[in-house]
């Protein structure tokens, strides 16, 4: 049978601010509206794709959303070595049709408050976008006293220019934008 070139999956790497992580890129969505992060292998039960990257000796988490998977390996590997073998990985896996991240059930979500609202829209309008194309995510966890608590996940977790972004970028923005904001913390994963 002859595969239409809308079968075809392409994978590329692609660098992101953190060393210890790299950006795989593919032309299908894998995980759309929604975000799984693994810094463990533990907690991966829920994703065979998460599960079997860990298998490799090399990584240290795993990060999946929309149409990428960023890979945090230890720091006694080179990217070099490592990228044709994990685009290869990544282009099977897709080809085969294997289970990226099996169904989870939905929290319910509390009410929020309106500068809640407005810090959300923010973080999705303006934050999301760029965080994205650095292979993480950014959630909103919660607003308490003047202070936004954030979580920072796949490559932005334990990114050395992660603080800088925090501080500088979000922080700065959402103080201009909500008075009601005196700093913004990252939550650790």
């Not at 065979?48 to 720091?75: C, R």
């Not at 976008?129 to 954030?150: L, Q, R």
Request: glycine share 4%.
């Amino acid at each position: 049978m002859e595969k239409n070139i809308n079968d075809i999956i392409t994978v590329y790497a692609e660098a992101t601010p953190n060393p210890e992580s790299m950006k795989f890129v593919a032309n299908k969505m894998l995980l759309p509206n929604d975000s799984a992060d693994f810094r463990t292998k533990e907690l991966a039960e829920n994703s065979a794709l998460a599960k079997a990257l860990f298998e490799m000796a090399f990584v240290k988490g795993v990060f999946i959303m929309n149409n990428f998977v960023s890979v945090t390996k230890n720091s006694d590997y080179e990217w070099f070595d490592l990228i044709p073998d994990l685009r290869n990985f990544f282009t099977e896996w897709l080809e085969d049709g294997k289970e990226i991240v099996s169904a989870k059930r939905e929290l319910s979500s509390e009410e929020e408050t309106e500068i809640e609202r407005k810090i959300k829209q923010l973080l999705e309008d303006h934050v999301r976008p760029a965080v994205e194309m650095d292979g993480g995510a950014i959630d909103f966890k919660s607003f308490k006293n003047g202070v936004v608590t954030v979580q920072m996940k796949g490559s932005c977790s334990g990114c050395p220019s992660s603080t800088m972004t925090l501080k500088s970028g979000i922080e700065n923005l959402l103080k201009r934008m909500v008075p009601e904001v005196e700093s913004v913390e990252a939550e650790s994963v």
